[in-house]
């Protein structure tokens, strides 16, 4: 029988087949008193986000499994395969702004040390491009002919 687990907002067992959570190659996944707070990101997408979701969603891009919001560490990544180890970032303005260059900075040294690629996109590109940032994603994410 599973014990009960607090989660943030309830308390609520986790759910067979979520998303794993826990120690994992030296790095948390989806920490459990985060969950509301993604859970909140994935109900509250703006815009671009949601529009890359839903050419991500279902396997649409090279058969890839994506999940939204998804916690590695402390950091929340807005789209991520796990089976490629590969997050995709729709970054708003504030993103190229005083202290928030430094913390992605951060980010991204964190991210690399535990062999995650990243891919970033601004709203700006999605939201003049989509059918641009989508084959750039296909292009990045189909394995290279040996």
Not at 49 to 68: D, I, T
Not at 127 to 134: A, F, Q, R, S, Y
């Amino acid at each position: 029988m599973r014990q009960k687990v607090e989660i943030g907002c309830d308390n609520s067992s986790p759910k067979v087949g979520e998303a794993r959570w826990g120690m994992k190659d030296d790095c948390e996944f989806n920490i459990p008193a985060q969950k509301c707070f993604r859970q909140n990101l994935r109900c509250n997408m703006s815009k671009p986000e949601a529009l890359v979701w839903n050419r991500l969603r279902n396997g649409q891009v090279n058969g890839l499994k994506f999940r939204r919001q998804y916690g590695v560490g402390k950091y929340i990544l807005d789209f991520y395969c796990t089976k490629i180890r590969f997050a995709i970032e729709i970054d708003g303005n504030s993103h190229y702004l005083g202290d928030k260059i430094d913390q992605d900075s951060e980010r991204a040294k964190y991210l690399s040390s535990r062999n995650i690629r990243v891919l970033r996109f601004t709203n700006l590109e999605v939201m003049e491009n989509l059918d641009g940032v989508i084959c750039n994603i296909y292009n990045y994410t189909t394995p290279s002919p040996s």
